[in-house]
């Protein structure tokens, strides 16, 4: 497998999981606190410091598997990856 194909695949899965932990961490939040807006809960992401461990792992995905570029005919372009 190509080393974009793979990052491709390995940045879905991540998002993937990603977005299932902030789904339970939303339900879970608004279990205790009532209903918010996702502006609102955004905020909480931000700022709370027990959802730290995701903001965390929203940085890993970003940091160490970032979006692969492609030009406007849809080929990669060769870029190095960030080393954090």
């Given at each position: 497998m190509e080393n974009v194909e793979?990052?491709?695949?390995s940045r879905n899965q991540l998002l993937s999981l990603h977005k299932s932990l902030v789904d339970f961490e939303?339900?879970?939040y608004?279990?205790?606190n009532g209903?918010?807006?996702s502006g609102q809960f955004l905020n909480?992401?931000?700022?709370?410091?027990?959802?730290s461990w995701l903001r965390r792992f929203s940085t890993?995905?970003?940091d160490v598997v970032p979006?692969?570029?492609?030009?406007?005919?849809g080929d990669?372009?060769?870029?190095?990856?960030?080393?954090?």
């Open positions: 793979l990052l491709k695949r939303r339900t879970r608004e279990a205790f209903k918010v807006t909480v992401l931000l700022e709370d410091e027990g959802l890993f995905i970003v979006s692969p570029q492609v030009t406007s005919t990669p372009i060769d870029q190095p990856c960030s080393s954090a």
